[in-house]
């Protein structure tokens, strides 16, 4: 079997960014020879004038270019409600927080709104190390969904000015 088209497999069936160390492991193949076989994957992608590409910005991801993304939503949106939406910008901006601060903010109907941030794989929460609540903060699905490059814990001032703006639209 061909290295290239093995790597493209394991991007596939992930649906989600993985590091080239992990493809190395799950292929038992050579970092190196992975790294090789997916720089050469990558421009296979990108010559091609076709709807997907491969992004390496967290990890490698197969994922649909920007251009198709209309299609993308009228297929598998993530339907959030406005009151979730307000939730999970909260979370975002504050991030860590944790879940009775964000009760505070809130309102109780936050716990709800977790719950489902949770079950949407848009944010994560851990114990905090008290052990009476949670921590929560924004996962890499969360990044992509919204676009937002880079550390989804730290977000720049101009993404921030845009997680709020959305929120506005959504009133």
Same mark, same amino acid.
């Given at each position: 079997?061909?290295?290239?088209?093995?790597?493209?497999? +394991?991007?596939?069936?992930?649906?989600?960014?993985?590091?080239?160390?992990?493809?190395?492991?799950?292929?038992?193949?050579?970092?190196?020879?992975?790294?090789?076989?997916?720089?050469?994957?990558?421009?296979?992608?990108?010559?091609?004038?076709?709807?997907?590409?491969?992004?390496?910005?967290?990890?490698?991801?197969?994922?649909?270019?920007?251009?198709?993304?209309?299609?993308?939503?009228?297929?598998?949106?993530?339907?959030?409600?406005?009151? +979730?939406?307000?939730?999970?910008?909260?979370?975002?901006?504050?991030?860590?927080?944790?879940?009775?601060?964000?009760?505070?903010?809130?309102?109780?109907?936050?716990?709800?709104? +977790?719950?489902?941030?949770?079950?949407?794989?848009?944010?994560?929460?851990?114990?905090?190390?008290?052990?009476?609540?949670?921590?929560?903060?924004?996962?890499?699905?969360?990044?992509?969904?919204?676009?937002?490059?880079?550390?989804?814990?730290?977000?720049?001032?101009?993404?921030?000015?845009?997680?709020?703006?959305?929120?506005?639209?959504?009133?």
């Amino acid at each position: 079997m061909d290295l290239k088209g093995r790597i493209e497999a +394991v991007l596939f069936l992930t649906g989600r960014a993985v590091e080239l160390k992990e493809i190395a492991a799950i292929l038992e193949t050579d970092e190196q020879e992975v790294e090789d076989a997916m720089l050469s994957l990558i421009v296979d992608y990108s010559s091609r004038d076709g709807a997907l590409e491969i992004d390496d910005e967290n990890g490698y991801i197969i994922q649909v270019k920007d251009d198709y993304m209309d299609i993308v939503e009228k297929l598998c949106p993530v339907d959030i409600s406005n009151a +979730v939406l307000k939730t999970l910008t909260v979370i975002a901006l504050k991030e860590p927080i944790r879940q009775a601060d964000l009760k505070e903010l809130r309102g109780s109907t936050a716990y709800d709104h +977790v719950k489902e941030l949770v079950d949407k794989g848009l944010i994560s929460r851990k114990r905090d190390k008290n052990g009476r609540s949670f921590n929560l903060k924004t996962t890499p699905k969360f990044s992509e969904y919204f676009k937002i490059k880079g550390n989804s814990e730290i977000l720049s001032k101009l993404e921030s000015k845009r997680l709020s703006e959305l929120l506005e639209l959504n009133k």
